[in-house]
Each structure stands twice: as C-alpha cells, then as structure tokens.
C-alpha cells in the first residue's frame, strides 16, 4: 500500500501560560504545572467536559467557538488556581463568587476596549470628517489594530506579565519540541522558537483582520445596531479565524502559507519572552502529565488540593510589672 510507511499525524496539543505556570491541553485531559512560592512544581490534571470529544467538536467553523469558549472558560479558571497557588494567606484566594465576578469585568473590558471602542471611534470619524461608511469601516478597523498593539506593549512593560510571557514562550518551544519529535529537556526545547501558527495571539490578529473585511462589507448603520452587531458576530469571527489557524498549521511549509502567518508570527514577539531552564522545566512537566493521561488506557488526574496557608499567630504584648511605688510616710 502507498500510505503503508507513512506515520499517523500528530494529535494537535495546545497550552496556555499562566502565573508562575503552564497549562496544556489535548482532546480529553489538561494538565497545568506551578511553581510555588517555595520554589516546588505542583500540578493538577483533569478530564475535559464531554463537549470537546463530542461530534459537534469536529463540525468546521463551530469548533472554533469551542476554541473561544476553552479560552474563557477553562482558561480562566486555570488562572485562578495559578493565583491561588502563589496566594502568600486564605485572604488572597480567589475563588467562587469573587473570582466569577473578576473575570466577568475582565470579559466586558475586552469586548468593550477591542470591539465597542473601535467602533464608536469609526462612528465618530465618518460623523465628523464626512467619510464613506467603507472608508469609516476600514478605519475602525486601523483603530482596532492600533489598540491590541498598544495594549501588548503596555501590559508586556509589566514586570508580572514579561514572567507569564516568558511562560508562553516556555509552551510555545515545548509544544515545538514535541512536534518535532525530540525528547522534552530542558536543554533540547530551548533551542526551539518562541513563535507557533495556532498561538491564541495569531488567533485574536486573526480575528481582528477578519472583522476589518466583514464589518467594511456591512453597510452604515446608526451607532447602536453597529455597536450590537460587533458583538453579535464575534462567534462568527472565532470560527472562521479558528478554521484559517488550522488550514496554516497543517500547511506552514508552503512558502505562500508562510508568508501569510508571518505577521501573526511577529505579533507574538509582543506576547513571548525568552524562557529560563526552570521555566522550561515547569512546562514539560504540564506537557508530559498531559500526555500521559491522553496516552494512558487507565487515565488517573492528579487534583491539586490547596491547603490554607496557616495564619502567623498574633504576638503578644507582655507588659511588664513593675512595684507599686511606695507612699511616702510623714513622720
């Protein structure tokens, strides 16, 4: 047979870096390895919900709203276990109610910086500088552009962000490494680029790019159907953006389907830093515990029990006695 020698791909493996740690993913498990506060690796694995092996996960265009929903998701409540785990007192845990509500604000701020705010910027132009509403569409989409790179080079001047950003770059080489088909070391996985086609950064560059040529196909609209409309069509956007990822990956060796990933390539210089040995260590170890309960006939998650940090008892004040001065005697 012709296809007798050829070997079956490669399951394709994702991650996500998150404080002092990574998270890998495949089609049934995630793995996520931390450094704690004492310098230790700690992990927590877990089964994936029965959606990401379900049918509708191998439908094109609507798995990529899986993809969406894994980043909101599981993503976010990865972070909150990594913050936890970095947590110095049970009053810094951030957990249940608390942590439903961060994230929630967190989503609103994005949606509304991203899409709401190039849109009412675009309005505004075509208001004031009489433009066209394709030359007020386009430039919507200048200004959202313009905002996501402002936005990465303000948050990536913190030094609490460069260190998850060296975490990213640590699953990017690993991820690599292993495609590559060379034992994960650290020594091995750094000699990999920091750079990867399916980087949830290419990811949203895509969809930016994608909704600079659907929104300029719409016609004008008052500012309150454009405004709805944006967010109405960002699942549209993750599906088509998720699928063009895919069609790159499996063709990056074609000079063509280079040369269209390389500004999302570029982009990731924004989001990856050059990861130290520790942090390499730490993403092998997300990466192997992943794989092998992916792997295993018998799979056993490892869940990650945090006990409170103990509380420093109070000192207390000890007073000193001294003796009742004596009253003075009149003779």
């Known amino acids: ?4 020698g050829k070997q079956a791909p490669k399951p394709l493996y ?17 793995a996520v ?29 609507l798995r990529g709203l899986l993809l969406l929903w894994d980043a909101l998701g599981l993503g976010s409540r990865v972070l909150g276990l990594s913050a936890n785990v970095q947590a110095e007192s049970e009053d810094e845990k951030l957990e249940g109610a608390p942590l439903a509500i961060t994230m929630l604000i967190s989503f609103s701020f994005a949606i509304g910086l991203f899409f709401l705010l190039p849109a009412g910027l675009g309005h505004l132009a075509e208001r004031l500088l009489s433009l066209t509403p394709l030359t007020g569409n386009l430039l919507e989409g200048v200004f959202r552009l313009l905002i996501l790179l402002g936005y990465l080079w ?3 001047r913190m030094d609490e962000i ?6 990213h770059g640590a699953e990017h080489k690993t991820i ?7 034992k994960l070391t650290p020594k091995n996985v750094a000699t990999f680029p920091l750079e990867h086609p399916r980087c949830g950064t290419a990811f949203l560059l895509t969809v930016i790019v994608l909704s600079i040529l ?3 196909l719409i016609g004008p609209l008052p500012l309150l159907p454009r405004l709805l409309l944006r967010v109405a069509l960002i699942p549209v956007l993750a599906g088509i953006a998720y699928e063009y990822l ?7 060796r074609n000079p063509l389907v280079r040369l269209l990933v390389a500004p999302n390539l570029a982009l990731q210089r924004l989001t990856t830093r050059p990861p130290d040995p520790k942090m390499l260590e730490v993403s092998i170890a997300a990466f192997n515990e992943m794989l092998k309960l992916e792997t295993s006939k018998a799979p056993k998650p490892k869940e990650l029990k945090l006990t409170p940090p103990k509380k420093k008892a109070a000192r207390k004040k000890t007073v000193k006695k001294t003796a009742a001065p004596k009253k003075a005697t009149v003779k």
């Open 246 to 252: 895919r069609w790159t990956a499996s063709n990056i």
């Open 176 to 182: 690599h490494a292993y495609e590559a088909g060379v």
């Open 14 to 30: 994702g991650g996500q870096a998150v404080i002092e740690g990574v998270m890998m993913r495949g089609p049934r498990f995630m």
């Open 162 to 167: 460069r260190r998850v950003f060296g975490y």
């Open 154 to 156: 303000a948050v990536g």
């Open 214 to 216: 659907v929104f300029t």
């Open 33 to 61: 390895a931390m450094r704690d506060p004492k310098g230790k690796i700690v992990l927590h694995s877990e089964a994936l919900g029965p959606i990401y092996s379900s049918r509708w996960a191998k439908v094109p265009f």
């Open 1 to 4: 047979m012709a296809n007798a």
